[in-house]
T-cell receptor, first 112, second 114 residues
Framework: GQNIDQPTEMTATEGAIVQINCTYQ??????LFWYQQHAGEAPTFLSY????GLEEKGRFSSFLSRSKGYSYLLLKELQMKDSASYLC?????????????FGTGTRLKVLA | DTEVTQTPKHLVMGMTNKKSLKCEQH?????MYWYKQKAKKPPELMFV???????INESVPSRFSPECPNSSLLNLHLHALQPEDSALYLC?????????????FGPGTRLTVT
């Protein structure tokens, strides 16, 4: 089966660094994606990992370890506008086509 | 143009009504998706179309009927819905590729079933 877990909520202070973890179990792994979703809005793409290691994109970085079924999203220099839900999604090809399965989502609250 | 559009933005319907949700993209993406999202929950996959053919149906009740008339359009036909079907319905599209292939989401249709 497929299982993707994230912490439900996190709180951090403006200017700080926060790490949001994601663990997954899937038989047809074909990439891991991070999305940001503000309340009442659509998810927007942040980053993508398919090989092990760190991908950096400005204030956001994402890490993947395929052997451990583990990823994290690192947000640096937090800003108030970073308060949102962060969704980890695994692309799975078990069914013979691309299927994106979302994790439980982490609601991040950034405090002044 | 990296936009996915959805209409209507809001929809209120009774349990005996028939309505349709529409989604459009002009990015040349050949995969299109319908998701259902309840408050404070992640998007839940309903259907996947690849090259205009239905490739995944996540055991969705038959009162939801998807349609992909061409490579740019995706519809979701609704009939005899239940109050628990009230949710945000998101459409997304992506390339079909071994590469990044991130999904682009539309703004969603907020559906209320009365």
């Amino acid at each position: 089966g497929q299982n993707i877990d994230q912490p439900t909520e996190m709180t951090a202070t403006e200017g700080a660094i926060v790490q949001i973890n994601c663990t997954y179990q899937t038989s047809g792994f074909n990439g891991l994606f991070w999305y940001q979703q503000h309340a009442g809005e659509a998810p927007t793409f942040l980053s993508y990992n398919v090989l092990d290691g760190l991908e950096e994109k400005g204030r956001f970085s994402s890490f993947l370890s395929r052997s451990k079924g583990y990823s994290y999203l690192l947000l640096k220099e937090l800003q108030m506008k970073d308060s949102a839900s962060y969704l980890c999604a695994v692309r799975d090809t078990t069914s013979g086509t691309y299927k994106y399965i979302f994790g439980t989502g982490t609601r991040l609250k950034v405090l002044a | 143009d990296t936009e996915v559009t959805q209409t209507p933005k809001h929809l209120v319907m009774g349990m005996t009504n028939k309505k349709s949700l529409k989604c459009e993209q002009h990015m040349g993406h050949r995969a299109m998706y319908w998701y259902k999202q309840k408050a404070k929950k992640p998007p839940e996959l309903m259907f996947v179309y690849s090259y205009e053919k239905l490739s995944i149906n996540e055991s969705v009740p038959s009162r939801f009927s998807p349609e992909c008339p061409n490579s740019s359009l995706l519809n979701l036909h609704l009939h005899a819905l239940q109050p628990e079907d009230s949710a945000l319905y998101l459409c997304a599209s992506s390339v079909i590729s071994q590469g990044a292939g991130e999904q682009y989401f539309g703004p969603g249709t907020r559906l209320t079933v009365t």
